[in-house]
């Protein structure tokens, strides 16, 4: 294989994305700390408002230089301390919300508004009422940079420049403090005013022309996941809407086998999807291909806030999984073909993640509001996938292989954030990868030769035991088995627990799974989830023997489906799609994956719609017992037939299905 160590690599060991993607040619370091350092002017403007109570307190207190024209009272001097922090303290969560929604860079010059406007409200004051105003518009500001600045600086940075990035804004707060303390003893009201406003605006205008972090467009890229999240999840608080008519639109309750079909059918729709995703990321490209699946969703919430009859949930159910299907072909395939080689973990490793913010969502807010509510969020939720991602680039190696070169270096450079000839480098080889693969002509018999068949082997295999683990039945019926287990806990404050835990557990495998590998998460994944299995089959298997003990233990439900789930998140659930998508080589990709998460569903089909029959024939103990016996198998396959891709190329992949030695790899 050619030496790749010229090779432009935005990613280093730790699987930070796109964590060198501003690191240019060799002495260029500082590039980062400019960017950084713009970055964090912000937060040195905050330094400077923090501070500011000290000289300015001074000045209040009398009557020389003071614009509210009489000596502010104790009580008056501690509230302008403190209502700073009452701002900060909502802060963070506007920060959050804008660095989702408008990313990190428009997030941060956003901060620039409530500074601007304490600062408008200091320098005009009349009054103390006034400068409280101030003072909280300068803590949201806080609030908000001390969320997005770490987050920014994080995400551009390098290995052995994070640390250091990271340090900027405690001293540039510093920078702040010491301007403040600097001049406002010496200085009157209205200049230390006037410098808060020109600090701000030097952000804003310094800033503007700071690059986007690259986690931005792959969260944008992830948005339908967590909204079919949403929709999957949808069943565990609506179908106690449906057994009851209290808040039921068909007006009478669902039969068992009703709930079954409700619950099962959306796998039947993700059997198709990936065939019609696989089709639209061929033909119309990896952006468009994703985007085109907020048509089923769209189709399939219109049919469930509009249903009359159980009928329309069902056709509901069935567009939401063509969306899945086509979402879970498209997406892991968008993500893969923007990753460098040491990244890809952690951005297959998205849509887990991404998927559980969606449960999360429904389980929060399922059995508070009406059915109708859940159904408008679905919508809204899918309209801010489609309007966001609208403005996200295509996949270079799209282009490529459409022989349109220059579209592949525009969308590469601002997916990299670098200028053209800055992702030459890089394109080079993506171009030898594509042309190399245009050669040759794939047909669904070369999927089952070869290497190429033990690529598909292990897809498969790691999808099997992905959905006998239980997952889907355990994620459909949640609420369902925590009534049937009388915990003494409320089942939908249980559910919610759940849901945080999953989040919080996804959103941890992206960071490790580039340091630990592959292997080592799918040992640790199947060996917790077939623990926390084995506890939930014993508990039900005590409950059905009416044991005593059970009252003593009702925790138990909960506690094992935290690890079981905590487990899930880190391998088994996330790790299966990103093996597949670094498996299978490019010419085979196109037929191989549709077919591999196709059988995904198939399986996802038949424990959704017969776990309620299974449970009843063998009692849900003995349900658990079998998932955590796939999850023991699981185990084993990993252990001996699953190989490690952590930092190779798709060539170095290849050459260790097919059994060639590679060369070694870059140091």
């Known amino acids: ?3 790749r160590s010229y090779a432009y690599d935005p990613v280093g060991e730790t699987g930070a994305v796109n964590q060198q993607a501003y690191r240019m040619e060799a002495g260029q370091l500082w590039r980062q700390y400019a960017i950084a350092g713009i970055a964090n002017i912000a937060i040195a403007s905050t330094g400077y408002s923090m501070g500011w109570t000290s000289p300015v307190n001074l000045k209040l207190q009398n009557t020389t230089d003071n614009p509210i024209g009489e000596p502010i009272t104790k009580d008056q001097e501690a509230w302008i301390g403190s209502l700073l922090t009452v701002g900060a303290i909502f802060g963070p969560f506007l920060g959050g919300f804008a660095a989702s929604k408008i990313g990190r860079k428009w997030g941060l010059l956003s901060t620039s508004i409530p500074l601007f406007i304490g600062w408008i409200l200091i320098a005009a004051t009349k009054n103390v009422g006034m400068i409280y105003g101030g ?78 972090s690259p986690f931005y467009y792959l969260a944008k890229a992830n948005i339908a996941i967590a909204s079919t999240g949403y929709s999957m999840g949808w069943t565990s608080p609506v179908n106690l809407k449906l057994q009851n008519t209290t808040d039921n639109p068909i007006g009478e309750p669902i039969t068992k086998d009703q709930e079954a079909w409700i619950g099962s059918l959306l796998t039947v729709g993700a059997i198709f999807g990936p065939f019609l995703g696989g089709f639209a990321a061929s033909k119309i490209g990896r952006k468009w291909g994703l985007l085109s699946t907020s048509i089923p969703l769209f189709i399939g919430w219109i049919l469930i806030a509009a249903t009359k009859n159980v009928g329309m949930i069902y056709g509901g159910r069935i567009f939401w999984g063509l969306a899945v299907g086509m979402l879970f072909t498209i997406s892991p395939m968008y993500c893969a073909e923007i990753a460098t080689d040491d990244s890809r973990g952690a951005l297959g490793s998205f849509l887990q993640a991404f998927i559980t913010l969606g449960y999360l969502l429904i389980y929060g807010i399922g059995p508070y509001v009406s059915y109708m509510v859940i159904a408008y969020v679905g919508i809204i939720f899918t309209g801010a996938f489609a309007v966001l991602f609208f403005f996200m680039p295509e996949s270079p190696f799209y282009y490529l292989a459409k022989g349109d070169r220059e579209a592949a270096a525009k969308c590469l450079s601002s997916i990299r954030g670098r200028s053209h000839e800055g992702v030459q480098a890089e394109l080079d080889l993506m171009a030898a990868d594509v042309n190399a693969s245009l050669e040759k002509t794939a047909t669904v018999a070369d999927v089952f030769r070869g290497s190429n068949f033990k690529a598909f082997y292990i897809s498969c295999a790691l999808v ?72 939930l089959g014993m508990f039900f298997m005590l409950a059905q023997a009416n044991n005593p003990v059970v009252d003593k233990i009702g925790f138990l439900p909960i506690l094992s489906l935290v690890l079981f789930i905590v487990t899930y998140c880190w391998g088994l659930g996330p790790l299966p799609w990103a093996v597949m998508s670094e498996l299978f080589p490019i010419e085979v990709k196109a037929i191989a994956s549709p077919i591999a998460t196709a059988f995904c569903w198939v399986l ?3 424990i959704t719609r017969y776990f309620s029959a299974i449970a009843d024939a063998l009692g849900m103990g003995g349900t658990f017992f079998i998932f955590g016996a796939c999850c023991v198998a699981a185990f084993f396959f990993t252990l001996f037939l699953v190989p490690e891709t952590k930092g190779k190329s798709f060539q170095e992949i290849q050459d260790i299905l097919s059994g060639r030695p590679s060369k070694p790899e870059k140091a």
């Open 135 to 212: 003072r909280i518009f300068w803590g949201l500001a806080v609030g908000m940079l001390f969320t997005i600045s770490p987050m920014y600086c994080a995400e551009i940075a390098t290995d052995d420049s994070r640390g250091a990035l990271g340090s900027f804004l405690q001293a540039f707060i510093t920078l702040g403090y010491l301007l403040i303390y600097g001049i406002g003893p010496y200085v009157s009201y209205m200049v230390i005013a006037y410098v808060g406003i020109i600090f701000t605006g030097a952000f804003a205008v310094l800033f503007f022309f700071m690059p986007e």
């Open 464 to 535: 099997f035991f992905q959905q006998f683990s239980g997952i889907n039945a355990v994620l459909f019926y949640m609420t369902n088995i925590f009534e049937a287990a009388n915990s003494s806990l409320d089942s939908a404050i249980a559910t919610i627990i759940i849901g945080v835990v999953q989040v919080i557990a996804s959103f941890i495998t992206p960071l490790v799974v580039d340091r630990l590998g592959r292997r080592i998460l799918l040992l640790i994944s199947s060996c917790g989830t077939a623990i926390g299995l084995g506890l």
């Open 604 to 606: 996802s089909f038949l």
């Open 1 to 3: 294989m050619e030496d």
